[in-house]
């Protein structure tokens, strides 16, 4: 995960090669000590596309989630705080935009968008938000009887103020440790769409397309679309892993529940 | 059936704005259809305005959506930009396809996912359960384009056992259609040879396709019997004297049996993602196939056809799931 993030930032400490440099004569060529992951269809070093793939992969996956869970929490934050016919209201509209199965969706919105990364993270953020003002109204409903909030709210306090300032940080682990492992299905999912032809378009080097184009060339050059794979896996694996990990540090009782 | 009147109300609401937000999408999908109907680069102005009358594009937004609706409920979904044909038709062709490897994917997660989340479960901390439940964030983390990508290349490339897609054999003449799954009708018609090469050209998709759902039912399955092992009907259970494997299976696997049954339902509807992408993976002739080719070709019609469709089918999955609640536990019945 360092590593992956480290690849973001400067990717030019992880390889001295332009991952967009063309080289004819080294077409196709296996790994090797000069190009430890191979070159692919136009003689690129794989292993430099990979590096440099981490940026796009990653920060849309990040930009992603980042941009549902703020919609999603205000949202959600607005739902649980109003009255209970708004609150009702409300709960139908996430609903209706959680009946959208998401790459279905997502195909048909980059058809009217256009293609591109950008428009597939929008695409998707539509009805991702949907997730996090549920869970995020669910946590207002619990937290806003406890002691404090009455307490504040009996000391005169504004109402958005106490939303703000008790409401907020008290509901916010369980979206936190939501969001950690959302950005891993948000990789795979930004990867599958780009596999599928509409997002990220050549010749950006994002792990996903680099496979689709690797997929034609899998049978006798199978190195080209196993290694972009190979990145998204330790990744996504390395988000789920930290998830699991910040769920047992933030919320101790479902660790509890393991040794009981 | 009080459950299904009251919630019939809001589905109809949900299936209107759904329909909505479809149609809302073709308002801006690029090209004229008018332009298009009246045959395209040669047609003069007079042309266009006269397909624009004859298409109804001429009339208000919400009588224009009142058509699409009324067409949509007949089957109507217009014609393909790329063979003519009525969408419709292309849809009832490749659905049973896409049926046959979704449920045959819910089927191997199923039934490996549940006993290996029980499994875990009833040894929570031993070594089995330390090697399935880091298992299952495993093939959780598993992009199934690649995974798919890999199993070709090991399975038909390298160990040549397994074919590397479709659904049979080029040149082998498909059982006559009844249900359109073809393992079923092959064993209708009485013919192993075909029911044999449906059987193994659709075991890698299905497997591939079962592996995110997988690692989900294995981790809920889990969690639902932890909650429940330490009741104490289990421990009267135990104290009847009853068998170990009854008391887990009989007890305590009924009443975790609600959030697996929810989690299989979510996961079916989840799979309408997944199908699309192991269908291109192995040339799966299925809906998923068809819209990814729709979306190469730019075809439309196609495209928004599929899109309701399968929204539709997510929808009623889900109403199924709910509706399955109260079979399960009498205490939602009320």
Not at chain 2, 178 to 196: C, E, H, K, N
Request: charged share 15%; glycine share 8%.
């Amino acid at each position: 995960m360092v590593i992956a993030l480290a690849m973001t930032l400067v990717p030019q400490l992880f390889t001295a090669r332009d991952p967009n440099a063309i080289a004819y004569l080294e077409r196709l060529k296996p790994p090797s000590l000069s190009h430890p992951l191979g070159t692919d269809e136009n003689g690129r070093d794989v292993w430099a596309r990979v590096v440099y793939g981490a940026r796009p992969t990653l920060t849309a996956a990040v930009a992603l989630i980042g941009l549902s869970l703020v919609v999603g929490s205000l949202a959600g934050l607005v739902i649980g705080a109003s009255g209970r016919h708004t609150d009702e209201a409300l709960m139908r509209v996430t609903e209706f935009f959680l009946a959208f199965p998401q790459i279905v969706w997502a195909l048909a919105l980059t058809t009217v968008l256009g293609r591109g990364l950008v428009n597939c993270v929008l695409a998707l953020a539509v009805t991702w938000w949907a997730q996090y003002a549920r869970l995020m109204r669910a946590q207002v409903l619990a937290v806003r009887q406890r002691e404090f909030v009455l307490a504040s709210r009996a000391l005169g306090q504004r109402e958005w103020w106490i939303l703000l300032r008790h409401l907020l940080p008290n509901c916010f682990s369980p979206v936190l440790v939501k969001a950690t492992i959302d950005v891993s299905l948000a990789i795979l999912l930004l990867a599958a769409l780009s596999f599928l032809g509409v997002g990220a378009q050549p010749p950006l080097p994002e792990w996903g397309a680099m496979v689709t184009i690797g997929r034609k060339y899998l049978l006798d050059y199978p190195w080209y679309a196993t290694f972009p794979g190979l990145a998204i896996f330790v990744v996504v694996l390395a988000f789920n892993v930290l998830g699991e990990r910040l769920r047992d540090v933030l919320d101790p009782t479902s660790q509890l529940r393991v040794r009981a | 059936m009080t459950l299904v009147l009251r919630r019939l109300p809001l589905l109809v609401v949900l299936l209107a704005a759904i329909s909505a937000a479809v149609f809302g999408l073709t308002q801006y999908l690029p090209g004229d259809p008018a332009f298009i109907a009246a045959g395209g680069g040669d047609a003069t102005p007079e042309m266009i305005e006269h397909a624009r009358v004859r298409l109804g594009l001429d009339r208000p937004t919400w009588v224009r959506y009142l058509l699409y609706m009324r067409n949509a409920l007949t089957g109507d979904f217009g014609r393909s930009l790329v063979n003519r044909k009525p969408v419709i038709q292309d849809l009832r062709a490749f659905w049973p396809a896409s049926a046959e490897l979704a449920l045959a994917a819910i089927t191997i997660s199923a039934v490996v996912g549940i006993p290996l989340g029980v499994l875990s479960a009833v040894r929570a901390g031993r070594w089995l359960d330390r090697l399935i439940t880091p298992g299952s964030v495993f093939l959780g983390s598993m992009p199934i384009f690649w995974l798919g990508l890999m199993a070709v290349l090991v399975f038909y490339r390298m160990l040549d056992v397994l074919p590397a897609g479709g659904r049979l054999t080029v040149g082998l003449t498909p059982p006559p259609p009844v249900t359109g799954l073809l393992l079923i009708d092959s064993l209708f018609a009485r013919d192993p040879a075909a029911f044999a090469d449906a059987l193994r050209h659709l075991i890698l998709p299905a497997a591939i396709l079962s592996v995110i759902s997988l690692a989900m039912i294995i981790r809920v399955t889990r969690a639902a019997m932890l909650d429940i092992l330490h009741e104490d009907y289990l421990r009267t259970a135990r104290a009847k004297g009853l068998g170990e494997s009854r008391v887990v299976f009989k007890h305590a696997f009924r009443n975790a049996s609600v959030p697996v049954v929810t989690v299989l339902g979510i996961q079916l509807g989840q799979l309408i993602g997944g199908v699309v992408v192991t269908e291109t993976i192995f040339s799966w002739p299925g809906l998923g196939l068809y819209a990814v080719t729709a979306v190469e070709n730019q075809d439309y019609p196609a495209i928004m056809a599929f899109t309701l469709v399968t929204t539709v089918a997510y929808v009623a999955i889900n109403l199924a799931v709910d509706l399955v609640y109260p079979l399960l536990d009498p205490r939602t019945r009320s």
